[in-house]
């Protein structure tokens, strides 16, 4: 049975994934999720200089996920270099995510993480509540600008994280498939907030944060499967995966590779071995010999099951 998966020029030894920002500011923290077994680690979000984030509270857990509003606090480019190659170091498979306040800021960062050894680069085009990230993938034309600037300075492969809160998040994906992207990330946390009712203001410091965990699965289900119609690079799929089950569901609507991020939280880190062994099980009962098989299934088949979801 072949559980490895490829992103375009990079093979993957299975197609699971921690998201950005839960764990992995660090290169203990990378190894930690490295020694899980899943195919590829992904840092934190960093950028050009290192970010405290803002005040508490900035994670509160609602309806079986979260709202977060860290801030993107991160160690800036040249701490998290030195991060990445002692995770290389170990043979563990990186990808770095970056964020700019310009075009240009994403390239000078996606470079330092190339010149460190990095697999690829992830860029956060998406942060709902951090520097006005969310602008970049709200508008097909500064998606694009940003890729562009990226695949001009990098040779490694380049991904894109999107969010679901653009007018057509289908158009963002041709967008950034024209400029070059060699595969799309959907979907970022969405914008959202909770008031406190005794205190009559809202909970995190930051007023507005981004939802992630089981409420926006979904909504990241129909983001992949609407890109998969519309692009040709591959997908990675995340938002609300906390089991086996919602990870098939996934790679069904078209996702390559998936993400697992509020899951870590609720599960612990032995989220990815359930995960992975459950994918196993699957692909055995099912018959499937690949996960290459798998991808973009639900495609085929018309809507309408009778099934128990
Ligand atoms: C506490 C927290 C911090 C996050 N930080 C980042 C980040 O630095 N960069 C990024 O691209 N996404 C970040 N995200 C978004 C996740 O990577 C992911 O897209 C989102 O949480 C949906 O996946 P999930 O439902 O599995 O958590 C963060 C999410 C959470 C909950």
Same mark, same amino acid.
């Given at each position: 049975?072949?559980?490895?998966?490829?992103?375009?020029?990079?093979?993957?030894?299975?197609?699971?994934?921690?998201?950005?920002?839960?764990?992995?500011?660090?290169?203990?923290?990378?190894?930690?999720?490295?020694?899980?077994?899943?195919?590829?680690?992904?840092?934190?979000?960093?950028?050009?200089?290192?970010?405290?984030?803002?005040?508490?509270?900035?994670?509160?857990?609602?309806?079986?996920?979260?709202?977060?509003?860290?801030?993107?606090?991160?160690?800036?480019?040249?701490?998290?270099?030195k991060e990445v190659r002692k995770v290389k170091k170990r043979g563990v498979?990186? %990808?770095?995510?970056?964020?700019?306040?310009?075009?240009?800021?994403?390239?000078?960062?996606?470079?330092?993480?190339?010149?460190?050894?990095?697999?690829?680069?992830?860029?956060?085009?998406?942060?709902?509540?951090?520097?006005?990230?969310?602008?970049?993938?709200?508008?097909?034309?500064?998606?694009?600008?940003?890729?562009?600037?990226?695949?001009?300075?990098?040779?490694?492969?380049?991904?894109?994280?999107?969010?679901?809160?653009?007018?057509?998040?289908?158009?963002?994906?041709?967008?950034?498939?024209?400029?070059?992207?060699?595969?799309?990330?959907?979907?970022?946390?969405?914008?959202a907030m909770l008031i406190d009712t005794k205190l009559k203001r809202p909970?995190?410091?930051?007023? %507005?944060?981004?939802?992630?965990?089981?409420?926006?699965?979904?909504?990241?289900?129909?983001?992949?499967?609407?890109?998969?119609?519309?692009?040709?690079?591959?997908?990675?799929?995340?938002?609300?995966?906390?089991?086996?089950?919602?990870?098939?569901?996934?790679?069904?609507?078209?996702?390559?590779?998936?993400?697992?991020?509020?899951?870590?939280?609720?599960?612990?880190?032995?989220?990815?071995?359930?995960?992975?062994?459950?994918?196993?099980?699957?692909?055995?009962?099912?018959?499937?010999?690949?996960?290459?098989?798998?991808?973009?299934?639900?495609?085929?088949?018309?809507?309408?099951?009778?099934?128990?979801?």
């Amino acid at each position: 049975m072949e559980l490895a998966s490829n992103l375009g020029r990079l093979r993957l030894k299975n197609p699971l994934m921690n998201a950005s920002g839960i764990l992995g500011s660090n290169s203990s923290l990378l190894l930690r999720l490295a020694s899980t077994g899943i195919g590829a680690v992904v840092t934190k979000s960093v950028g050009l200089r290192p970010r405290i984030g803002y005040p508490n509270p900035t994670l509160i857990p609602v309806g079986g996920g979260f709202i977060n509003a860290m801030g993107l606090p991160n160690p800036g480019a040249s701490y998290m270099a030195k991060e990445v190659r002692k995770v290389k170091k170990r043979g563990v498979t990186v %990808i770095a995510s970056v964020f700019g306040k310009t075009p240009q800021e994403y390239a000078k960062v996606a470079l330092k993480m190339e010149e460190a050894g990095a697999n690829a680069v992830e860029l956060n085009l998406s942060c709902p509540h951090a520097n006005g990230l969310i602008h970049f993938s709200q508008k097909p034309e500064l998606s694009k600008m940003v890729i562009e600037q990226v695949k001009d300075q990098v040779s490694i492969p380049v991904f894109a994280k999107l969010t679901v809160e653009a007018s057509s998040v289908v158009e963002v994906g041709r967008s950034v498939e024209k400029a070059g992207a060699d595969a799309i990330v959907a979907i970022n946390s969405i914008g959202a907030m909770l008031i406190d009712t005794k205190l009559k203001r809202p909970v995190l410091a930051n007023k %507005i944060g981004g939802l992630s965990g089981p409420p926006i699965k979904p909504i990241a289900v129909k983001c992949v499967y609407q890109l998969y119609e519309a692009v040709n690079i591959p997908l990675i799929g995340v938002g609300g995966i906390v089991s086996t089950r919602d990870a098939i569901e996934f790679i069904l609507a078209g996702s390559s590779a998936v993400q697992i991020g509020s899951a870590i939280a609720l599960k612990g880190l032995d989220v990815f071995k359930e995960v992975l062994k459950g994918l196993k099980a699957y692909m055995e009962e099912e018959g499937f010999k690949s996960v290459n098989e798998m991808i973009g299934l639900a495609h085929k088949a018309s809507g309408g099951s009778r099934l128990d979801v």
